[in-house]
Structures are given as structure tokens and as C-alpha cells.
């Protein structure tokens, strides 16, 4: 399993040697990206959220997706009869079609993201602010991809961040 995440300021002041080995990790998880794309997962969970509502007959359903998993939550949420209720949504890979998010999300964002740039954040942000759901979108400073679900948590800065990042996630 790879270390937790360092803090940003550290990502910064890297060696080209430490990128490179980070470049070799996300190379790595290729095999698992191919796994899970959406012809294969989306499937399943639909039939999880099916299985949920109707056999349990739960009337709200939220949510919580880190990484990849955040795909699947802006999936879930989306749509004329999202499959979920709320989505909390922590550093997220590529997002697809962020328009169709149609129900409340709450975003947990890292500062330095290689797979949820500043850009694409102020991107969806202005998307769904512009929608009559709710959102909300918290940055945490000094922090990378990682840090809401694997933290570093001898690193101060990012003890406080996953620890924000887990109130944020109750509070909505």
C-alpha cells in the first residue's frame, strides 16, 4: 500500500527522482482504472442503490466517495432520478459530466489534486452554484490528493485537515 500523503509545501520541494517515483505509482493503478470503468461499475451500482430502496425500503440514501469513488458519487446524484440523495465527495478523480449532479453535494477538495485541478474545482463549482441544489466546496490548504482517506497524521496540518474534512462530511 503506498504511504500516506505528505502535505503540499512537500510535494513542492520533491527531487525530480521522488515525481518520477510518484509517476510510477499512478501508472501502477492503471490495471484497477481499467477494472472499474463505468461499463463495468455502473451497473452495480445501480443495483446496490435498487436493492437498498426497495428491499430495505429506504426513502434517503446518501452517498460518500473518495478518489474514484467520488466519480461514483457525482454518478449516483445525477440525472431526472439520481440514484442517491446527498453525495460527499473528497478529492475526486476526473469528473465526467458534472452538469448532470442534480441533487445537494458537499466537495472535500486538497489543495495540490493531480486528478482534481484548481481549475476543474472552480469549474464544477461554478456549474452547480448555478443549480438550485446546494453544494459546497472547502478547500484545505497545504494538502494533496489522499488526504481525506489515508492521512499523514503525524503531519499537523493534515491531521487538521482530515479531521475538518471528517466534520465537513457529518455536518451536511
Known amino acids: ?18 515525481k518520477i517515483k510518484a509517476f510510477g505509482t499512478l501508472a501502477s493503478i492503471l490495471p484497477f482504472v481499467f477494472r472499474h470503468r463505468a461499463s463495468v461499475t455502473k451497473p452495480i451500482i445501480e443495483k446496490i442503490f435498487k436493492t437498498i430502496r426497495q428491499k430495505y ?3 434517503r440514501i446518501a452517498i460518500q466517495g473518495y478518489c474514484f469513488g467520488g466519480i461514483y458519487a457525482s454518478w449516483a446524484v445525477s440525472g431526472d432520478d ?39 474545482r472552480l469549474e464544477i463549482e461554478k456549474i452547480l452554484k448555478a443549480k438550485p441544489a446546494p453544494c459546497e466546496f472547502v478547500l484545505y ?32
Open 141 to 172: 490548504k497545504d494538502t494533496v490528493h489522499g488526504f481525506a482517506c489515508r492521512p499523514k497524521l503525524d503531519e499537523p496540518v493534515i491531521k487538521e485537515a482530515f479531521e475538518a474534512a471528517i466534520q465537513q462530511a457529518v455536518n451536511f
Open 57 to 59: 425500503n429506504k426513502n
Open 82 to 120: 439520481p440514484l442517491a440523495d446527498i453525495a460527499i465527495i473528497a478529492h475526486p478523480g476526473p469528473m465526467e459530466n458534472p452538469s448532470a449532479i442534480t441533487r445537494p453535494t458537499s466537495w472535500i477538495c486538497a489543495e495540490n489534486d493531480f486528478s482534481f485541478s484548481q481549475s476543474s
Open 1 to 18: 500500500m503506498a504511504s500516506p500523503p505528505p502535505t503540499a509545501t512537500k510535494i513542492a520541494n520533491e527531487s525530480y527522482w521522488e
